[in-house]
């Protein structure tokens, strides 16, 4: 049996999407109360960082130790991925010493040529296009708080990023409605938009977006690699800022959620994460969950290979 890879939300069908998120859920639980639980003793994570992390090198690395294996951290200059060595050499070479291998990187084809050629599951930490394990652990809050999504409005603030690419995927699984607000030319990828069909909205008007959402999400205007394009970002998305006024417009029970690192008083005001409608906290710590159930879920289909 060939090995899983988890690159998207479509990687996986909405029900083992649900088993994954109420895993993330289980493990979480286990914790709290001092469970230990090792079911991947022995086998170890390879980590490739192309791009700098906090949350997701963190929750990676403790998470495979939790469950009892072990990760080793790589940056571009510690692999020869760094000098040039070709990523299909590199994957056959790592998945034969390897596990499993969760890359951080910035175009999503290092992820799929690195999946084509590794017979141990891939795990994608971020790309430019998609950051699954992110909504995951976004996922798995809203279920703690609000129960299931499905038929929920979801509101997304601002660019049209590889984390809102992601937040198309997870409506088209998991049915809910999502609505992004951003300017024009910062509309997420088509392909994206052309696939999810009808459950996905694009306005300019954020308070549009929001009117009636039961979740309010929002991502930095400028991301990794877009420095130069900082100015002419801050001032084309003033008008996205969320704000708690803003959230006053969406449903009364609306939870508030950001990937983090946040810049407050550019695309969330100074005061929003600590307003109570926001679970930003919870969502940090749930990337340790939700990834510690997918690499259960995945790593043990190496040994059937």
């Known amino acids: 049996m060939s090995a899983r890879h988890f690159l998207s939300f479509m990687d996986c069908t909405p029900d083992e999407l649900l088993q994954l998120i109420r895993r993330g859920i289980e493990l979480k639980e286990l914790r709290s109360r001092g469970v230990s639980h090792e079911p991947l003793k022995n086998r170890v994570l390879g980590m490739i960082f192309e791009k700098a992390s906090t949350r997701t090198r963190l929750s990676f690395e403790a998470g495979m130790i939790q469950l009892g294996g072990q990760a080793i951290f790589l940056s571009p200059r510690d692999t020869q991925l760094g000098r040039g060595e070709p990523v299909d050499d590199c994957a056959r070479v790592m ?34 296009d998609l950051h699954p394990c992110q909504l995951l652990a976004d996922m798995q809050t809203f279920f703690e708080h609000r129960g299931s999504i499905q038929g929920k409005v979801v509101a997304w603030i601002g660019d049209g990023n590889n984390m809102c690419n992601s937040y198309i995927e997870a409506a088209e ?88 690192p946040a810049h407050r008083g550019e695309e969330i005001s100074h005061d929003l994460l600590e307003d109570p409608r926001s679970v930003v906290w919870d969502e940090a710590e749930n990337r340790l969950h939700a990834q510690k159930a997918l690499m259960e879920f995945l790593i043990p289909h190496t040994r059937n290979a």
């Open 173 to 260: 699984q998991l049915d809910f409605t999502l609505r992004v607000a951003c300017p024009e030319g910062f509309e997420p990828n088509a392909r994206f938009v052309e696939r999810a069909g009808a459950r996905i909205q694009i306005v300019r008007d954020p308070t549009e977006a929001v009117e009636g959402a039961h979740l309010v999400s929002t991502d930095v205007w400028t991301s990794m690699g877009q420095e130069e394009e900082s100015k002419i970002r801050l001032e084309t998305f003033k008008a996205y800022q969320v704000s708690r006024e803003l959230l006053d417009k969406a449903s009364r029970d609306v939870v508030f959620m950001h990937c983090l």
């Open 95 to 128: 998945s034969r010493m390897l596990d499993g291998v969760m890359i951080r990187t910035y175009a999503h084809s290092t992820l799929t040529t690195f999946a084509a050629n590794s017979n141990v599951p891939v795990i994608n930490g971020l790309s430019d």
